[in-house]
Structure formats: structure tokens, C-alpha cells
């Protein structure tokens, strides 16, 4: 069991060193999340705000399978 959660402290440790600003909280993205999803949509060049989305979502598992089910919502609606 030690050997489990030492490897679980490794890749934790690893995946905080590679963690990038991205100036945004999750209730920050949640905002925005659907601002990102039409200007995807509409093939629209995305904004500083709208990049660091994206950037958040690199990091953030929660945010992105949020952004991934808005997606797939939107597509069924068409």
C-alpha cells in the first residue's frame, strides 16, 4: 500500500510542477465557458481571456469535462 501512495505523491508532485498560471479560478472559467464554445463554433480568433480558458482547462480536469459536455449539448441541439 505504501508503494501505491508514494507513486500517487510522485505523479502529484509532478503534474504541480508543470501547473502554468493561468489567471483564472473555476468559477472565473465557468463564466466564460460558454463565450469560448460560440466563438469555437463560429471559427472566431479567441481573445487573451478565452486562450487562458483553455489554458485552465489543461489543468483542470472538472472545467474541461464541463466545456467538453457544453459542446456536445450544443452539437445535439444542431
Known sequence: MAV???AQLQNLLASI???V????N???????VAEL???????DELSGALQAVQVHFSQCP????EY???LEA???AD
Not at 498560471?21 to 483564472?24: E, I, T
Open 4 to 6: 501505491n501512495s508514494y
Open 17 to 19: 510542477s508543470k501547473a
Open 21 to 24: 498560471p493561468d489567471g483564472l
Open 26 to 32: 473555476c468559477d472565473g472559467c465557468f463564466e466564460l
Open 37 to 43: 464554445a460560440e466563438a469555437q463554433r463560429r471559427g
Open 62 to 65: 472538472c472545467c474541461a469535462y
Open 68 to 70: 467538453e459536455t457544453l
Open 74 to 76: 450544443l452539437t445535439a
